[in-house]
């Protein structure tokens, strides 16, 4: 678990990243973001948040991303409405797609929870092929409906 200070009376942010047997997951962190990247030896990991908690039950839940996906990449995004213990695939909506500069793109991924809930775990897979190429991410926003 990492913790990043409180800074200029900005919010305490906790994180955990999951290595598994993979030595090489590295954390990037900025003063305004948190991002995950595999290193050249890394064929994948995951990033997981915190629970998110909401005022109200809710069933809809958009994840907005700024992602860099090359071509033998993946990056899947999944929510937990139990904590982690069973996750559900969020999928990608392709009609919101953004350019941004560089080959990043705002990606909006999508998910129906099975049952309303007021809070959410987020879960972030990136893969790839070609150990000199990763996907990366940034910039995680989260609507709930």
């Given at each position: 678990?990492?913790?990043?200070?409180?800074?200029?009376?900005?919010?305490?942010v906790?994180a955990?990243?999951?290595?598994g047997?993979?030595?090489?997951?590295t954390?990037?962190?900025?003063l305004?973001t948190?991002?995950?990247?595999?290193?050249?030896?890394?064929v994948g990991?995951?990033?997981?948040?915190?629970?998110?908690q909401?005022?109200d039950a809710?069933?809809?839940?958009?994840?907005?991303?700024d992602?860099?996906?090359?071509?033998?990449?993946?990056?899947?995004?999944f929510?937990?409405r139990d904590?982690?213990?069973?996750?559900?695939?969020?999928?990608?909506?392709?009609?919101?797609?953004?350019?941004?500069?560089n080959?990043?793109?705002?990606i909006?991924?999508?998910?129906?929870?099975?049952?309303?809930s007021?809070?959410?775990?987020?879960?972030?897979?990136?893969?790839?092929?070609?150990s000199?190429?990763?996907?990366?991410?940034?910039?995680v926003?989260?609507?709930m409906?």
């Amino acid at each position: 678990m990492m913790e990043l200070p409180t800074i200029f009376n900005s919010i305490l942010v906790k994180a955990e990243i999951t290595k598994g047997q993979n030595v090489n997951l590295t954390p990037l962190i900025a003063l305004d973001t948190v991002s995950v990247q595999t290193s050249i030896f890394d064929v994948g990991g995951s990033y997981i948040g915190n629970t998110i908690q909401g005022l109200d039950a809710y069933s809809n839940v958009d994840i907005i991303l700024d992602t860099y996906i090359p071509a033998s990449t993946t990056l899947s995004v999944f929510v937990s409405r139990d904590g982690g213990a069973t996750w559900q695939s969020a999928t990608r909506d392709n009609t919101s797609l953004k350019n941004l500069n560089n080959d990043w793109k705002e990606i909006t991924y999508k998910a129906v929870l099975s049952t309303p809930s007021s809070q959410f775990k987020l879960r972030i897979d990136i893969t790839t092929t070609d150990s000199a190429t990763t996907p990366r991410f940034s910039k995680v926003r989260c609507i709930m409906s």
